[in-house]
């Protein structure tokens, strides 16, 4: 069985291009896949995140077909804004995987 937990995907302006304090050379995807995607997915996303409004990832999730999950105030999900363990995505990922979230 395939998913994908998608956590706090960036918004990529379609029309962005590359700026004074962008490292020369470096790869940036020019477009993001905006059509249903072949398997469940699940997105969660910030209210706060200076990455993606939520609307911009409420619109990725639904061209994507993915189910939204509302992770309220909480800035980008990442390790640098402070997240280490995580239940509530274990949960989630458990849940796609078809598993008891309580069992290791």
Same mark, same amino acid.
């Given at each position: ?5 998608? %956590?706090?995907?960036? +918004?990529? !302006?379609? !029309?962005? #291009?590359? *700026?004074? $304090? !962008? ?13 249903? &995607?072949?398997?469940?997915? #699940? ?5 706060? !995140?200076?990455?993606?409004? +939520?609307?911009?990832?409420?619109? /990725?999730?639904? @061209?994507?077909?993915?189910?939204? %999950? $509302? ?5 980008? &999900? $990442?390790?640098?804004?402070? /997240?280490?363990?995580?239940?509530? *995505?274990?949960? &989630?990922?458990? @849940? ?6 309580? %069992?290791?």
């Amino acid at each position: 069985m395939h998913s994908a937990l998608l %956590v706090a995907p960036p +918004y990529l !302006d379609p !029309d962005w #291009i590359l *700026g004074p $304090d !962008d490292r020369p050379g470096e790869h940036f995807p020019r477009f993001v896949h905006r059509e249903r &995607l072949p398997l469940r997915t #699940i997105v969660v996303a910030s209210r706060t !995140d200076p990455w993606a409004t +939520y609307e911009q990832s409420a619109t /990725y999730a639904s @061209d994507w077909g993915a189910e939204l %999950v $509302d992770a309220g105030d909480a800035g980008h &999900l $990442d390790t640098a804004a402070g /997240y280490g363990p995580w239940p509530a *995505g274990e949960r &989630l990922l458990a @849940d796609l995987l078809g598993r008891d979230p309580r %069992v290791r």
